[in-house]
Structure formats: structure tokens, C-alpha cells
């Protein structure tokens, strides 16, 4: 999820808006200012309610946050990389990266934020006792007790132990302590998170049925649910499949490079011709590697402007590509092969660029190491066996 509205940094780490969260600035604006607010506390002028509902939302956007910064912050302190957090549509989203070393690191990072969602609830009902025992205005004292709610909701619906939601996250760490395998902790909890996922789709139909509009937005969690439920299964069958690899065992060695001062039109031209690739690291005149330019940017130039633009202008920076060495295993690459490489990543050894990794290479090794694995004679040797397909674009 990538951040659209930045809003700055904490501890070095980005913090944004995704568009779609005008969706929930929008929802409660609405339904506070011209609906819950009027119902409950009549007598106020429009001014009131538009003023309250305003700060009703920026305080649950706050409190989002809080949610979300706290799992960043005890992912950090766990050793693990934390590339952003984002608020969208559907709440928000810690970006880690890395390999959770234990379960009881794994339930620290998931359980904080229900935890910090609860405090907040118990903070905004103490300052509803508080606001009513000093007589300020009912919508005053109607507000804070909404925000107690919502933040109780948020703690409580975020513990539903299915994945992708933080319960879902305390469910693995507890089937990783007790079976030792976090592979299948995994897929557990994700198949929790589907089965979870589509109950809500059946809830909302069945409110469809009744005339409730509310079952549309039920629908539409459910299905996030069970399509981030799924997509975690298959991530976790798939370092499954690659355990016991090295990056060497699946990488193009010794890959074809292209020159930074070379224009995009000559480059295209010349690819043309019979190079077999999508991504090429790219080289200075002094033969260092500085970025990886693929087809993909090449595309987004405008013709007219090929003949006068050089590859390093459109190329991913090094210091944006995902690099390994040959020794390290597979599935420890695999997290950080995302951002502008487009799912590739370079392998250098003593400085020295020696390989190139694509998701074709690791789609690849999937399916022949995990024929290997079927085989009888347990035939480790399939890994390495060329395919019958020949040479898959990079």
C-alpha cells in the first residue's frame, strides 16, 4: 500500500495517506455531522455538529496511527525494517520487512496494537466521566464516549484470530510456540482469515436481503479479507516450496548490462534485435553497477523524448534495488524483493555483480525444487536442470 499524501517521518519511518482514506474522512463526516450527532444530541446549531464530527474523525485518524506506529515501533525494536506506515480505506498498515525471529517476537509486534486500541478507548470513556462530571455540553461528552467505542471495536475486531488482522497474527505466534513450524502456523492462520473473511460476505448478504445498505460494506471487508488471507497462504507455500535454496541455486548468473550514458533509443533499438531480457543492470564508465533499468520505465518515456534521454536518467538507483549475496538463502531475499526493481533483485559477491534474480527465476525453482521434493529418489539435482522451456525472460 502506497502512500499518496506524505506526512512526514517518526523514528525514520515514512508516514502517509493513501487516497482511499478520504473514504472514511468522507463516511464520518457524513454520518456524524448529518446523522449520529443530531439524532443523539438535538439542539445544536450545524455549526456544532460539522465541528464535532470534525474533530470526532481527526482524533480516530489519530488514533489509527497510534495503532499502527506502535507495531512499527516493537517491530523495530524486534530487528526487523519498517518501510512506512499508511492510512487507507480500511484502517491502516505497518510496512515490515524481514524475517520475525520468534513466536514471542511475532505476538509483541501483533498483539500492541489491539493492546494501544483498548488504552485508547479506556482513555477517551474516562474523559466522557470526566467531561459529564464537569457539566460540558452533551455533544462534547457524546463525543469523546464515540471514540471510546469505535477505539473498543477497533481492539476487539482487530483480535479476531484470522490473518490479515492482528489476531490473525497472535493465532501464528501461538501454532508457531506450540508446533515449532512457522510455515504451517502460517498457512493456519490464513486459512482462518478466509473462512473468517467469507462469513463476513455471508453476513452482509444476508443484511442485503433485510435492506440494509451496511451488508455492501461488510461484503467488501470480507472480501479483502479473504483475498490478503489467501495471498499470505500462498506466500508461505511458496518459501515452503524454496526452503533448503541459496540465491545461487536460482540465479541468471553473470547477467547482460547496459551502459548509463547510453540514450533510450539506441538501447531499445539494440534489445530489439535479440536481446532475450526485461531488466538490465546498468554500469558507469567506470564499470560499477549504479541501477537496474527495465523495459518497464523504458516504455513510460515518451518517444519523442528517447533519442535525448540517457538510462541512468530512468533506471532504479542501486540504493533502491534489492541485493544479495550468492550464499544467502532464498527465502530471506524473498521480503525485499519489492519497490521500483519490479520484484528483481542483484547478487554481487566482494563488490563484484555476479547474478541477477527474477520472479520468473524463483517461479521456476518453486515448481522443480518442489518436483524434486516429490520425487522418489529425492532428486536434488532437478533444481539445477535447465528447463525444458529454455531461458525465461528476466
Not at 475486531?157 to 508446533?179: I, K, Q, T
Not at 518459501?239 to 547496459?258: C, H, K, N
Not at 563484484?352 to 525453482?365: E, F, K
Amino acid at each position: 500500500m502506497t502512500a499518496t499524501i506524505h506526512l512526514g517521518h517518526l523514528r525514520g519511518v515514512e508516514i502517509g495517506l493513501h487516497w482511499s482514506v478520504l473514504g472514511i474522512v468522507l463516511l464520518l463526516l457524513f454520518g456524524l455531522g448529518a446523522g449520529l450527532l443530531p439524532a443523539a444530541y438535538p439542539g445544536y446549531s450545524l455549526v456544532a455538529y460539522a465541528v464535532g464530527a470534525f474533530l470526532i474523525t481527526c482524533l480516530f485518524l489519530g488514533s489509527l496511527l497510534a495503532h499502527e506506529v506502535s507495531h512499527a515501533v516493537v517491530a523495530l525494536r524486534e530487528g526487523m525494517r519498517v518501510d512506512g506506515i499508511t492510512l487507507w480505506l480500511l484502517g491502516g498498515v505497518a510496512r515490515l520487512s524481514g524475517d520475525v525471529k520468534t513466536a514471542g517476537a511475532d505476538f509483541r509486534i501483533a498483539g500492541v496494537g489491539p493492546l494501544v486500541s483498548l488504552v485508547l478507548a479506556l482513555a477517551f470513556g474516562a474523559l466522557a466521566l470526566l467531561f459529564a462530571s464537569v457539566r460540558l455540553p452533551a455533544l462534547v461528552v457524546g463525543g469523546a464516549s464515540y471514540l471510546a467505542f469505535i477505539n473498543g471495536v477497533l481492539a476487539v475486531f482487530n483480535l479476531v484470530p484470522a490473518a490479515p488482522l492482528d489476531g490473525g497474527r497472535v493465532l501464528r505466534a501461538a501454532l508457531w510456540a506450540w508446533s515449532g513450524d512457522r510455515l504451517k502456523a502460517t498457512v493456519w492462520s490464513a486459512r482462518a482469515g478466509r473462512v473468517f473473511g467469507m462469513a463476513l460476505v455471508v453476513l452482509g448478504v444476508l443484511q442485503l436481503f433485510t435492506r440494509t445498505v451496511g451488508g455492501l460494506w461488510w461484503i467488501f471487508i470480507g472480501l479483502f479479507v479473504v483475498a490478503i488471507a489467501g495471498a499470505e497462504e500462498r506466500q508461505a507455500q511458496l518459501i515452503a516450496s524454496l526452503g533448503g535454496l541459496r540465491v545461487r541455486d536460482v540465479m541468471t548468473p553473470d547477467p547482460d548490462t547496459a551502459g548509463s550514458r547510453e540514450r533510450v533509443a539506441e538501447f531499445a533499438h539494440r534489445a530489439a534485435l535479440g536481446w532475450p531480457h526485461a531488466t538490465y543492470p546498468l554500469k558507469d564508465a567506470s564499470n560499477g553497477v549504479i541501477g537496474l533499468v527495465t523495459l518497464t520505465r523504458i516504455r513510460e518515456v515518451d518517444p519523442a523524448e528517447r533519442s535525448g534521454t540517457t538510462l541512468a536518467r530512468i533506471a532504479c538507483p542501486l540504493d533502491e534495488v534489492p541485493t544479495a549475496t550468492s550464499d544467502e538463502p532464498l527465502v530471506d531475499l524473498l521480503a525485499r524483493m519489492n519497490g521500483c526493481a519490479e520484484g528483481r533483485a542483484l547478487v554481487f559477491e566482494n563488490g563484484a555483480l555476479v547474478g541477477i534474480v527474477s520472479p520468473s527465476d524463483i517461479a521456476r525453482a518453486a515448481a522443480w525444487h518442489g518436483l524434486a521434493l516429490q520425487s522418489p529418489t529425492g532428486g536434488a539435482d532437478l533444481v539445477n536442470t535447465p528447463s525444458p522451456w529454455g531461458t525465461p525472460t528476466r
